[in-house]
Every structure is written in structure tokens, then in C-alpha cells.
């Protein structure tokens, strides 16, 4: 496709379980990041992948976050023994060039943790 | 560290008319850029505008204009002739020198009424 696209669209957990959130950026994007948003706030900056260089994981809130990308392609966020400060909207970006950043969002993943 | 401030949760305008939404930060780096980005309630976030740190000029991207006041570390927005269709949630970014991840501010909900 021509977008980042994300998935799940939405995902219900059970406090406790391991939910994986799945992104694929634009083709050629060598640059990906995931931001959290809660309900009503800003955007929280997680982790960030650029080419082959070790991520930039400064974001992630706790060891229950990691996540993982395959080259210059997919990345999946994980998020184990969810709590229930975990709901929110998770979106993924990717970018191509550095002169700007212009950053391209996906629709995001709502996460409720019941 | 490197922080957004956006001071006005809220914010009305009528149609047509022209809004400023404000937008100031905080950085000890030699060189930054700063972005706005539109948020409509579907949730989806559009880039809007971007100005360099080191540009002469403001920057304008059609509506959009940003006033950029280096030595008050300023970045505030300006939409001219406002349509219905900009009400949304708008946020003030960040990217710092020798990296590419945003930090964000809390945002300002523009409202548009006829």
C-alpha cells in the first residue's frame, strides 16, 4: 500500500496477557518509530529504528516494552503482562529522508486492557 | 531535555476568519526542527508544516503559515481563512539535533463554527 499500515486496528486484553502491534511502513522508509497516546494527551515517543544503527529504545516506559524490526521492513511492538495504564493508541511512522523528517503516520492500534 | 509547551487546550475561531495557535520550546541543541501536525477526530495525524532551525524565512505551506521567533522560542501556527474542516486537535513537535524522534506537545483542539 501506499501508507503506513497498521495492525490490529483495535485489541481487547485481559490484564496480565502479552499483545503484539504489528506495523509496516512505506516502502523505502529506512526510519520507524512508535509513539503511545493516551486518551486526551500528546504523543509519547517509544523507540525508533534507522537502518541498521541500534535503536534508539530511550522511550520505552518499562522492560515489559521491546520491539523488534526486520530489516527495513515490518516491526512489531510488544507488550507483555499487560497492565492496565497500557490502554491507549499505539502509532507507528516512518520516514525517508532526514532533511525534513516529515514523518508518515498509521492509523494507530487501540489497546484497552480490561 | 527537550520539551513542547502548547498553552491553549482550546481554542475557537469563525469561519474564514484567521487563528494562531501557540506553540513554545525548550532545547540547549545547535540545530532543531519543529513541525505541526493536524489530528482530526478519525484520529489519523497529518503533517502540516516544518521549519528548520537554521531557515531564513518562515515557513508557509499553503494556509499554513508558521511564525517562527527563534530568540523567544516560538513556533506558533497561523491558519489563515479557516474552514470547517480544520477543526481537529493540533500538535507542536520537536526534533532534536543528531536525532530524528519527535517530542510532542499536549496539543490545542481547534474548533471551526460557521
Known amino acids: 500500500g501506499a501508507g503506513v499500515s497498521q495492525s490490529p486496528s483495535n485489541k481487547v486484553t485481559e490484564k496480565g496477557k502479552d499483545v503484539e502491534l504489528r506495523c509496516d511502513p512505506i516502502s523505502g522508509h529506512t526510519a520507524l518509530y512508535w509513539y503511545r497516546q493516551r486518551l486526551g494527551q500528546g504523543l509519547e515517543f517509544l523507540i525508533y529504528?534507522?537502518?541498521?544503527?541500534?535503536?534508539?529504545k530511550s522511550g520505552l516506559p518499562s522492560d515489559r516494552f521491546s520491539a523488534e524490526r526486520t530489516g527495513e521492513s515490518v516491526s512489531t511492538l510488544t507488550i507483555q503482562r499487560t497492565q492496565q495504564e497500557d490502554s491507549a493508541v499505539y502509532l507507528c511512522?516512518?520516514?525517508?529522508?532526514?532533511?525534513?523528517?516529515?514523518?508518515?503516520f498509521g492509523p494507530g492500534t487501540r489497546l484497552t486492557v480490561l | 531535555a527537550q520539551k513542547i509547551t502548547q498553552t491553549q487546550p482550546g481554542m475557537f475561531v469563525q469561519e474564514k476568519e484567521a487563528v494562531t495557535l501557540d506553540c513554545t520550546y525548550d532545547t540547549s541543541d545547535p540545530s532543531y526542527g519543529l513541525f505541526w501536525y493536524k489530528q482530526p477526530s478519525s484520529g489519523e495525524m497529518i503533517f502540516l508544516i516544518y521549519?528548520?532551525?537554521?531557515?531564513?524565512q518562515n515557513a508557509t505551506e499553503g494556509r499554513y503559515s508558521l511564525n517562527f521567533q527563534k530568540a523567544r522560542k516560538s513556533a506558533n501556527l497561523v491558519i489563515s481563512a479557516s474552514q470547517l474542516g480544520d477543526s481537529a486537535m493540533y500538535f507542536c513537535a520537536m526534533r532534536g539535533y543528531n536525532t530524528d524522534k519527535l517530542i510532542f506537545g499536549t496539543g490545542t483542539r481547534l474548533q471551526v463554527f460557521p
Open positions: 521549519q528548520g532551525s537554521y531557515d531564513q
Open positions: 511512522a516512518s520516514s525517508g529522508t532526514r532533511v525534513k523528517n516529515e514523518q508518515f
Open positions: 529504528f534507522q537502518g541498521n544503527s541500534a535503536p534508539d
